[in-house]
Protein backbone atom coordinates (compact mmCIF):
# COMPACT_ATOMS: atom_id res chain seq x y z
CA UNK A 1 0.00 0.00 0.00
CA UNK A 2 0.96 3.86 -1.24
CA UNK A 3 0.91 5.50 2.81
CA UNK A 4 1.20 8.48 0.90
CA UNK A 5 -1.62 8.58 -1.42
CA UNK A 6 -4.63 7.08 1.27
CA UNK A 7 -7.84 8.16 1.30
CA UNK A 8 -9.44 10.08 4.09
CA UNK A 9 -11.13 7.26 4.90
CA UNK A 10 -8.51 4.92 4.60
CA UNK A 11 -6.42 7.26 7.12
CA UNK A 12 -9.45 7.18 9.34
CA UNK A 13 -9.46 3.61 9.21
CA UNK A 14 -6.19 3.23 10.13
CA UNK A 15 -6.18 5.43 12.57
CA UNK A 16 -8.94 3.37 14.55
CA UNK A 17 -7.16 0.22 13.80
CA UNK A 18 -3.70 1.28 15.35
CA UNK A 19 -4.26 4.34 17.68
CA UNK A 20 -5.31 3.49 21.31
CA UNK A 21 -8.23 5.71 22.10
CA UNK A 22 -9.80 5.66 25.60
CA UNK A 23 -13.46 6.11 25.57
CA UNK A 24 -15.60 8.80 27.51
CA UNK A 25 -18.50 5.95 29.85
CA UNK A 26 -21.24 8.52 28.41
CA UNK A 27 -20.38 7.64 24.26
CA UNK A 28 -20.32 3.85 25.11
CA UNK A 29 -23.55 3.37 26.90
CA UNK A 30 -26.84 3.16 26.31
CA UNK A 31 -29.89 4.73 28.45
CA UNK A 32 -30.70 1.58 29.87
CA UNK A 33 -27.51 0.75 31.18
CA UNK A 34 -26.88 4.29 32.26
CA UNK A 35 -30.07 3.83 34.40
CA UNK A 36 -28.45 0.95 35.79
CA UNK A 37 -25.14 3.10 36.45
CA UNK A 38 -27.66 5.56 38.31
CA UNK A 39 -29.26 3.21 40.48
CA UNK A 40 -25.76 1.47 41.22
CA UNK A 41 -24.70 5.17 42.84
CA UNK A 42 -27.71 5.39 44.74
CA UNK A 43 -27.16 2.44 46.63
CA UNK A 44 -23.24 3.99 47.20
CA UNK A 45 -24.54 6.73 48.61
CA UNK A 46 -26.08 5.07 50.88
CA UNK A 47 -23.11 2.70 52.18
CA UNK A 48 -21.10 6.27 52.14
CA UNK A 49 -23.40 7.31 54.44
CA UNK A 50 -24.01 4.16 56.50
CA UNK A 51 -20.10 3.40 56.52
CA UNK A 52 -18.25 6.23 57.75
CA UNK A 53 -15.43 4.12 59.65
CA UNK A 54 -13.81 1.03 59.39
CA UNK A 55 -16.18 -0.48 61.46
CA UNK A 56 -18.96 0.67 60.36
CA UNK A 57 -18.25 -0.60 56.70
CA UNK A 58 -17.13 -3.82 58.46
CA UNK A 59 -20.55 -4.19 60.13
CA UNK A 60 -21.99 -3.12 56.88
CA UNK A 61 -20.31 -5.68 54.97
CA UNK A 62 -20.88 -8.32 57.24
CA UNK A 63 -25.00 -7.77 57.57
CA UNK A 64 -24.83 -7.84 53.48
CA UNK A 65 -22.68 -11.39 53.35
CA UNK A 66 -25.40 -12.72 56.21
CA UNK A 67 -28.47 -11.78 53.92
CA UNK A 68 -26.90 -13.21 51.39
CA UNK A 69 -25.98 -16.35 52.98
CA UNK A 70 -22.36 -16.15 53.78
CA UNK A 71 -21.11 -18.28 56.62
CA UNK A 72 -19.41 -16.70 59.63
CA UNK A 73 -18.41 -20.43 60.95
CA UNK A 74 -15.84 -22.68 59.44
CA UNK A 75 -17.85 -25.97 58.82
CA UNK A 76 -15.07 -28.49 57.07
CA UNK A 77 -15.87 -30.02 53.59
CA UNK A 78 -19.02 -27.59 53.62
CA UNK A 79 -17.44 -25.39 50.34
CA UNK A 80 -20.03 -22.32 51.55
CA UNK A 81 -19.50 -18.93 50.89
CA UNK A 82 -18.00 -17.92 54.01
CA UNK A 83 -16.92 -14.47 56.05
CA UNK A 84 -14.31 -14.04 58.46
CA UNK A 85 -14.17 -10.85 60.87
CA UNK A 86 -11.23 -9.56 61.92
CA UNK A 87 -11.01 -7.31 65.49
CA UNK A 88 -14.46 -5.87 63.66
CA UNK A 89 -11.62 -3.59 61.61
CA UNK A 90 -11.02 -6.23 58.58
CA UNK A 91 -13.18 -8.56 57.14
CA UNK A 92 -13.25 -11.23 54.07
CA UNK A 93 -15.39 -12.74 51.99
CA UNK A 94 -14.95 -16.03 50.12
CA UNK A 95 -17.36 -17.50 47.62
CA UNK A 96 -15.90 -21.05 46.43
CA UNK A 97 -14.92 -21.43 42.20
CA UNK A 98 -15.23 -24.24 40.31
CA UNK A 99 -11.60 -24.91 39.92
CA UNK A 100 -9.84 -26.66 43.27
CA UNK A 101 -8.80 -24.16 45.44
CA UNK A 102 -5.16 -25.47 45.05
CA UNK A 103 -4.85 -23.38 42.07
CA UNK A 104 -5.16 -20.36 43.72
CA UNK A 105 -8.00 -17.67 44.09
CA UNK A 106 -9.06 -14.39 42.44
CA UNK A 107 -8.62 -11.55 44.84
CA UNK A 108 -9.61 -8.04 45.26
CA UNK A 109 -8.29 -6.36 48.26
CA UNK A 110 -9.51 -2.30 49.35
CA UNK A 111 -9.01 -0.41 52.17
CA UNK A 112 -12.08 0.86 54.53
CA UNK A 113 -10.08 3.10 56.71
CA UNK A 114 -10.04 7.19 55.63
CA UNK A 115 -8.16 10.36 56.16
CA UNK A 116 -10.07 11.82 59.53
CA UNK A 117 -9.10 13.33 62.85
CA UNK A 118 -8.82 11.23 65.70
CA UNK A 119 -10.02 12.04 69.46
CA UNK A 120 -6.78 11.90 71.71
CA UNK A 121 -6.77 9.62 74.83
CA UNK A 122 -6.91 12.64 76.95
CA UNK A 123 -8.89 14.87 74.82
CA UNK A 124 -11.50 17.29 76.93
CA UNK A 125 -10.07 20.59 78.27
CA UNK A 126 -11.42 23.70 78.63
CA UNK A 127 -10.16 27.40 77.68
CA UNK A 128 -11.63 30.80 77.64
CA UNK A 129 -14.76 29.70 78.82
CA UNK A 130 -15.31 27.11 76.27
CA UNK A 131 -15.19 23.36 76.09
CA UNK A 132 -13.00 21.44 73.79
CA UNK A 133 -11.53 18.18 72.34
CA UNK A 134 -7.98 17.57 71.16
CA UNK A 135 -7.72 15.68 67.73
CA UNK A 136 -4.74 13.75 66.23
CA UNK A 137 -4.97 13.70 62.29
CA UNK A 138 -4.84 10.37 60.67
CA UNK A 139 -3.29 10.23 57.15
CA UNK A 140 -2.79 12.19 54.73
CA UNK A 141 -4.74 16.11 55.01
CA UNK A 142 -4.62 18.91 53.89
CA UNK A 143 -5.34 20.52 57.77
CA UNK A 144 -6.94 23.79 56.47
CA UNK A 145 -10.01 21.60 55.05
CA UNK A 146 -10.80 20.52 58.43
CA UNK A 147 -11.82 23.73 59.69
CA UNK A 148 -14.55 25.74 60.21
CA UNK A 149 -17.00 22.87 58.88
CA UNK A 150 -19.31 20.49 61.00
CA UNK A 151 -17.96 17.62 61.77
CA UNK A 152 -19.29 14.49 62.97
CA UNK A 153 -17.81 12.18 65.51
CA UNK A 154 -18.34 8.31 65.34
CA UNK A 155 -16.73 5.81 67.66
CA UNK A 156 -16.58 3.08 70.24
CA UNK A 157 -15.32 3.80 74.06
CA UNK A 158 -14.83 0.88 75.86
CA UNK A 159 -15.56 1.44 79.99
CA UNK A 160 -13.38 -0.32 82.61
CA UNK A 161 -16.09 -2.53 83.28
CA UNK A 162 -15.05 -4.09 79.71
CA UNK A 163 -18.29 -3.62 77.66
CA UNK A 164 -18.30 -0.69 75.00
CA UNK A 165 -20.26 2.09 73.97
CA UNK A 166 -21.04 2.43 70.37
CA UNK A 167 -21.77 6.13 69.59
CA UNK A 168 -22.33 8.71 66.46
CA UNK A 169 -22.90 12.25 66.73
CA UNK A 170 -23.90 14.90 64.21
CA UNK A 171 -25.27 12.81 61.24
CA UNK A 172 -28.71 13.03 62.55
CA UNK A 173 -30.54 16.31 61.80
CA UNK A 174 -31.61 16.51 65.56
CA UNK A 175 -27.69 16.24 66.45
CA UNK A 176 -25.39 18.65 67.04
CA UNK A 177 -22.06 19.12 65.25
CA UNK A 178 -18.42 20.01 66.26
CA UNK A 179 -16.05 21.86 64.33
CA UNK A 180 -12.50 23.05 64.26
CA UNK A 181 -12.16 27.02 64.45
CA UNK A 182 -10.44 29.53 62.01
CA UNK A 183 -8.50 32.39 62.34
CA UNK A 184 -10.75 35.46 61.02
CA UNK A 185 -8.80 36.98 58.18
CA UNK A 186 -8.51 40.06 59.69
CA UNK A 187 -6.02 38.80 62.14
CA UNK A 188 -4.29 36.22 60.16
CA UNK A 189 -1.30 37.74 58.58
CA UNK A 190 1.66 36.72 60.68
CA UNK A 191 -0.11 34.03 62.22
CA UNK A 192 -1.36 32.28 59.03
CA UNK A 193 -0.87 34.28 55.72
CA UNK A 194 2.67 34.70 55.34
CA UNK A 195 3.53 31.15 56.39
CA UNK A 196 3.84 28.08 54.06
CA UNK A 197 0.28 26.29 52.80
CA UNK A 198 1.60 23.40 54.84
CA UNK A 199 2.79 25.50 57.82
CA UNK A 200 0.02 27.87 58.54
CA UNK A 201 -2.30 25.27 59.91
CA UNK A 202 -0.65 24.03 62.82
CA UNK A 203 -1.86 20.06 64.30
CA UNK A 204 -1.96 20.98 67.87
CA UNK A 205 -4.82 23.79 66.66
CA UNK A 206 -6.87 21.11 65.11
CA UNK A 207 -9.10 21.17 68.61
CA UNK A 208 -13.22 20.72 68.13
CA UNK A 209 -14.84 23.08 69.92
CA UNK A 210 -17.41 20.90 71.87
CA UNK A 211 -19.87 23.34 74.43
CA UNK A 212 -19.89 26.69 76.31
CA UNK A 213 -22.26 25.57 79.50
CA UNK A 214 -20.78 25.56 82.79
CA UNK A 215 -21.70 23.49 85.70
CA UNK A 216 -21.93 24.97 89.22
CA UNK A 217 -20.93 28.79 90.00
CA UNK A 218 -18.25 30.38 89.23
CA UNK A 219 -16.15 28.78 92.24
CA UNK A 220 -16.65 25.43 90.75
CA UNK A 221 -13.17 24.39 89.22
CA UNK A 222 -12.91 23.55 85.88
CA UNK A 223 -16.71 23.65 85.30
CA UNK A 224 -16.98 23.61 81.61
CA UNK A 225 -14.81 20.55 81.48
CA UNK A 226 -16.96 19.39 84.38
CA UNK A 227 -20.05 20.62 82.49
CA UNK A 228 -19.42 18.09 79.70
CA UNK A 229 -18.35 15.51 81.40
CA UNK A 230 -21.68 15.21 83.50
CA UNK A 231 -23.74 15.77 79.75
CA UNK A 232 -21.44 12.68 79.30
CA UNK A 233 -21.93 10.39 81.87
CA UNK A 234 -25.73 11.08 82.01
CA UNK A 235 -26.25 10.26 78.17
CA UNK A 236 -23.49 7.58 77.72
CA UNK A 237 -22.57 6.50 81.13
CA UNK A 238 -18.84 7.36 80.43
CA UNK A 239 -15.70 8.79 83.17
CA UNK A 240 -13.20 10.64 81.44
CA UNK A 241 -10.64 7.68 82.05
CA UNK A 242 -13.02 6.08 79.53
CA UNK A 243 -11.55 8.16 76.52
CA UNK A 244 -8.15 6.54 77.33
CA UNK A 245 -9.77 3.10 75.63
CA UNK A 246 -11.64 4.65 73.19
CA UNK A 247 -11.70 5.16 69.12
CA UNK A 248 -13.89 8.29 68.57
CA UNK A 249 -13.26 9.51 65.39
CA UNK A 250 -13.62 12.77 63.56
CA UNK A 251 -15.19 13.03 59.95
CA UNK A 252 -17.12 15.70 58.06
CA UNK A 253 -20.99 15.32 59.03
CA UNK A 254 -23.78 14.90 56.54
CA UNK A 255 -24.86 12.49 53.66
CA UNK A 256 -23.02 12.20 50.24
CA UNK A 257 -24.68 14.32 47.33
CA UNK A 258 -25.24 14.51 43.87
CA UNK A 259 -22.84 16.92 42.38
CA UNK A 260 -23.48 19.07 39.30
CA UNK A 261 -26.76 20.17 37.22
CA UNK A 262 -26.97 16.79 35.74
CA UNK A 263 -26.64 14.69 39.01
CA UNK A 264 -23.98 12.78 37.38
CA UNK A 265 -21.22 13.38 39.87
CA UNK A 266 -21.01 12.25 44.08
CA UNK A 267 -19.59 14.22 46.35
CA UNK A 268 -18.89 13.36 49.40
CA UNK A 269 -16.73 11.81 52.29
CA UNK A 270 -14.43 8.82 51.68
CA UNK A 271 -14.45 7.53 47.94
CA UNK A 272 -10.92 6.70 48.86
CA UNK A 273 -11.85 3.51 49.12
CA UNK A 274 -15.03 2.73 49.71
CA UNK A 275 -15.61 2.96 46.30
CA UNK A 276 -13.74 -0.11 45.92
CA UNK A 277 -15.02 -1.45 48.71
CA UNK A 278 -18.63 -1.13 47.58
CA UNK A 279 -17.86 -2.04 44.29
CA UNK A 280 -15.98 -5.16 44.90
CA UNK A 281 -18.42 -6.31 48.03
CA UNK A 282 -21.24 -6.00 45.28
CA UNK A 283 -19.29 -7.59 42.50
CA UNK A 284 -19.18 -10.74 45.23
CA UNK A 285 -22.40 -11.18 46.10
CA UNK A 286 -24.03 -10.63 42.32
CA UNK A 287 -21.24 -12.52 41.10
CA UNK A 288 -22.32 -15.95 39.39
CA UNK A 289 -20.29 -19.06 40.44
CA UNK A 290 -16.55 -19.12 38.84
CA UNK A 291 -13.91 -20.83 38.08
CA UNK A 292 -11.62 -19.70 41.07
CA UNK A 293 -12.90 -19.13 44.13
CA UNK A 294 -13.28 -15.06 44.79
CA UNK A 295 -11.97 -13.77 48.20
CA UNK A 296 -12.55 -10.08 49.01
CA UNK A 297 -10.70 -8.45 51.65
CA UNK A 298 -11.51 -5.25 53.59
CA UNK A 299 -8.75 -4.11 55.50
CA UNK A 300 -7.89 -0.81 57.84
CA UNK A 301 -4.89 1.10 58.39
CA UNK A 302 -4.31 1.52 54.36
CA UNK A 303 -3.87 5.54 55.13
CA UNK A 304 -1.34 5.35 57.77
CA UNK A 305 0.95 2.64 55.97
CA UNK A 306 -0.84 -0.59 56.35
CA UNK A 307 0.48 -1.23 59.72
CA UNK A 308 -1.08 -2.83 62.93
CA UNK A 309 -3.01 -6.06 63.12
CA UNK A 310 -6.04 -5.10 61.11
CA UNK A 311 -3.63 -3.85 58.29
CA UNK A 312 -2.64 -5.30 54.74
CA UNK A 313 0.83 -6.24 56.31
CA UNK A 314 -0.64 -8.61 58.62
CA UNK A 315 -1.23 -12.25 57.98
CA UNK A 316 -4.97 -12.25 58.20
CA UNK A 317 -5.07 -13.45 54.14
CA UNK A 318 -3.18 -16.43 55.23
CA UNK A 319 -6.24 -17.12 58.16
CA UNK A 320 -8.75 -16.71 55.57
CA UNK A 321 -7.09 -19.06 53.01
CA UNK A 322 -6.53 -21.68 56.02
CA UNK A 323 -10.13 -21.37 56.93
CA UNK A 324 -11.34 -21.49 53.34
CA UNK A 325 -8.75 -25.02 53.14
CA UNK A 326 -10.39 -26.48 56.28
CA UNK A 327 -13.58 -25.54 54.78
CA UNK A 328 -12.62 -27.05 51.55
CA UNK A 329 -11.93 -30.36 53.86
CA UNK A 330 -7.71 -29.73 53.31
CA UNK A 331 -5.66 -29.51 56.36
CA UNK A 332 -4.05 -26.15 55.90
CA UNK A 333 0.11 -25.85 55.88
CA UNK A 334 1.78 -22.82 55.65
CA UNK A 335 3.52 -24.42 52.30
CA UNK A 336 0.02 -25.01 50.98
CA UNK A 337 -1.09 -21.46 51.68
CA UNK A 338 1.82 -19.64 50.30
CA UNK A 339 1.43 -21.72 47.13
CA UNK A 340 -2.16 -20.95 46.81
CA UNK A 341 -1.55 -17.41 47.16
CA UNK A 342 1.48 -17.27 44.70
CA UNK A 343 -0.65 -18.73 42.39
CA UNK A 344 -3.34 -16.49 42.91
CA UNK A 345 -4.06 -13.14 40.81
CA UNK A 346 -5.46 -9.90 42.83
CA UNK A 347 -6.54 -6.49 42.09
CA UNK A 348 -5.25 -3.77 44.50
CA UNK A 349 -8.47 -2.21 44.44
CA UNK A 350 -7.95 1.72 45.20
CA UNK A 351 -8.82 5.09 43.59
CA UNK A 352 -6.17 7.27 41.44
CA UNK A 353 -5.80 11.01 41.61
CA UNK A 354 -7.84 12.06 38.32
CA UNK A 355 -6.59 14.79 36.14
CA UNK A 356 -7.42 17.72 38.21
CA UNK A 357 -8.78 20.91 35.73
CA UNK A 358 -7.34 23.81 37.86
CA UNK A 359 -3.84 22.24 37.81
CA UNK A 360 -3.33 19.96 35.23
CA UNK A 361 0.17 21.24 35.40
CA UNK A 362 0.86 18.41 37.69
CA UNK A 363 -0.06 15.76 35.47
CA UNK A 364 1.40 13.92 32.99
CA UNK A 365 -2.31 14.13 30.86
CA UNK A 366 -1.31 12.00 28.32
CA UNK A 367 -0.87 9.46 31.04
CA UNK A 368 -3.35 10.78 33.72
CA UNK A 369 -6.57 9.05 34.31
CA UNK A 370 -9.52 11.43 33.50
CA UNK A 371 -13.04 11.02 34.99
CA UNK A 372 -15.63 9.29 32.83
CA UNK A 373 -12.91 7.41 31.43
CA UNK A 374 -14.05 4.43 33.18
CA UNK A 375 -12.39 2.71 36.11
CA UNK A 376 -8.94 3.26 36.07
CA UNK A 377 -5.99 0.16 35.71
CA UNK A 378 -2.81 1.80 37.35
CA UNK A 379 0.54 -0.53 36.84
CA UNK A 380 2.95 1.41 39.02
CA UNK A 381 2.29 3.54 42.09
CA UNK A 382 5.55 4.71 43.96
CA UNK A 383 7.56 8.12 43.76
CA UNK A 384 10.84 9.60 42.43
CA UNK A 385 11.57 6.55 39.99
CA UNK A 386 8.71 4.18 40.79
CA UNK A 387 10.67 3.98 44.32
CA UNK A 388 8.32 1.59 46.30
CA UNK A 389 6.07 0.45 43.90
CA UNK A 390 4.69 -3.33 43.03
CA UNK A 391 5.12 -2.14 39.57
CA UNK A 392 2.43 -5.03 37.73
CA UNK A 393 3.94 -7.65 35.34
CA UNK A 394 3.13 -7.16 31.44
CA UNK A 395 1.73 -10.53 30.99
CA UNK A 396 -0.60 -9.93 33.92
CA UNK A 397 -1.97 -6.41 32.30
CA UNK A 398 -2.17 -8.16 29.15
CA UNK A 399 -4.59 -10.61 30.82
CA UNK A 400 -7.05 -8.44 32.78
CA UNK A 401 -7.03 -5.83 29.27
CA UNK A 402 -8.38 -8.89 27.50
CA UNK A 403 -11.29 -9.62 29.90
CA UNK A 404 -11.97 -5.93 30.24
CA UNK A 405 -12.59 -5.64 26.32
CA UNK A 406 -14.50 -8.94 26.54
CA UNK A 407 -16.92 -7.68 28.67
CA UNK A 408 -17.16 -4.10 27.98
CA UNK A 409 -16.00 -2.48 30.75
CA UNK A 410 -14.51 0.46 29.54
CA UNK A 411 -11.43 1.36 31.05
CA UNK A 412 -8.06 3.38 30.77
CA UNK A 413 -4.60 3.59 32.67
CA UNK A 414 -3.55 6.37 35.09
CA UNK A 415 -0.28 7.47 36.48
CA UNK A 416 -0.46 9.63 39.53
CA UNK A 417 1.02 12.96 38.55
CA UNK A 418 3.85 14.22 36.42
CA UNK A 419 7.95 12.29 37.25
CA UNK A 420 8.82 13.47 39.92
CA UNK A 421 5.72 15.80 41.08
CA UNK A 422 5.10 13.62 44.20
CA UNK A 423 3.87 10.25 44.56
CA UNK A 424 1.75 7.66 46.79
CA UNK A 425 1.39 4.13 47.52
CA UNK A 426 -0.98 1.66 48.11
CA UNK A 427 -1.36 -1.87 49.46
CA UNK A 428 -0.55 -3.92 46.57
CA UNK A 429 3.03 -4.52 47.60
CA UNK A 430 2.54 -5.99 50.57
CA UNK A 431 0.32 -8.86 48.96
CA UNK A 432 3.03 -8.75 45.87
CA UNK A 433 5.08 -10.60 48.93
CA UNK A 434 3.44 -13.60 48.49
CA UNK A 435 4.59 -13.44 44.71
CA UNK A 436 0.99 -13.08 43.36
CA UNK A 437 -0.04 -11.12 40.20
CA UNK A 438 -1.36 -8.02 41.13
CA UNK A 439 -2.48 -4.28 40.00
CA UNK A 440 -4.04 -1.55 41.13
CA UNK A 441 -7.33 -0.41 39.83
CA UNK A 442 -10.26 1.80 40.72
CA UNK A 443 -11.68 4.86 39.60
CA UNK A 444 -10.36 8.31 39.40
CA UNK A 445 -11.31 10.82 42.11
CA UNK A 446 -11.11 14.56 42.23
CA UNK A 447 -10.25 16.50 45.39
CA UNK A 448 -8.54 13.23 46.61
CA UNK A 449 -8.41 12.73 50.57
CA UNK A 450 -10.40 15.86 51.08
CA UNK A 451 -13.52 16.08 53.56
CA UNK A 452 -15.67 15.95 49.95
CA UNK A 453 -13.96 13.97 47.46
CA UNK A 454 -15.73 14.07 43.74
CA UNK A 455 -16.20 10.69 41.64
CA UNK A 456 -18.11 9.96 38.13
CA UNK A 457 -21.04 8.03 38.50
CA UNK A 458 -19.86 6.36 35.36
CA UNK A 459 -16.49 5.67 36.52
CA UNK A 460 -18.23 4.20 40.01
CA UNK A 461 -20.07 1.59 37.71
CA UNK A 462 -17.50 0.60 35.46
CA UNK A 463 -15.29 0.22 38.32
CA UNK A 464 -18.36 -2.73 39.62
CA UNK A 465 -18.40 -4.05 36.35
CA UNK A 466 -14.75 -4.17 35.94
CA UNK A 467 -14.82 -6.00 39.16
CA UNK A 468 -17.23 -8.77 38.37
CA UNK A 469 -15.67 -9.85 35.02
CA UNK A 470 -12.38 -10.20 36.62
CA UNK A 471 -14.34 -12.24 39.66
CA UNK A 472 -16.26 -14.61 36.83
CA UNK A 473 -13.27 -14.52 33.95
ZN1 LIG B 1 -6.82 4.65 49.02
Partial sequence: MNKKNLTKKEIKNLR???????ELVWDAINSAEKKRAFSFCETYKKFLDQAKTEREAVEYIRNMARDKGFSEQVKPG??????????????????????????GIRLIISHIDSPRLDLKQKPLYETVDLTFLKTHYYGGIKKFQWLARPLAIHGRVVRANGDFVDLTVGEDEADPVFTVLDLLPHLAKNAQYDKKLDKAIVGEK????????PLGDKETKERFKLSALSLLNDKYGLVEEDFISAELEVVPAGKAR???????????YGHDDRSCAFSSLKAVLDMKVSEKTAVILFVDKEEIGSDGATGAKSNFLELVISDLMLDMGHKPSLREIH?????????????N????????????KQNAARLGYGV??????????KSGANDANAEYLGWLRKIFNKTKVIWQTGELGKVDEGGGGTVAKFLAIYGMEIVDCGPPVLSMHSPFEIAHKGDLYMTYNGFRAFLEA
Wanted: glycine share 10%; net charge negative.
Fill in 78 to 103: SCRPMTKVFREKSIALARPGKDPLMN
Fill in 376 to 385: CVTKFTGHGG
Fill in 206 to 213: LNLIAGSL
Fill in 16 to 22: EKLQYNP
Fill in 258 to 268: DVGWDYTLVGA
Fill in 353 to 364: GGLDPDYQEVHD
Fill in 339 to 351: RILADSTALSADV
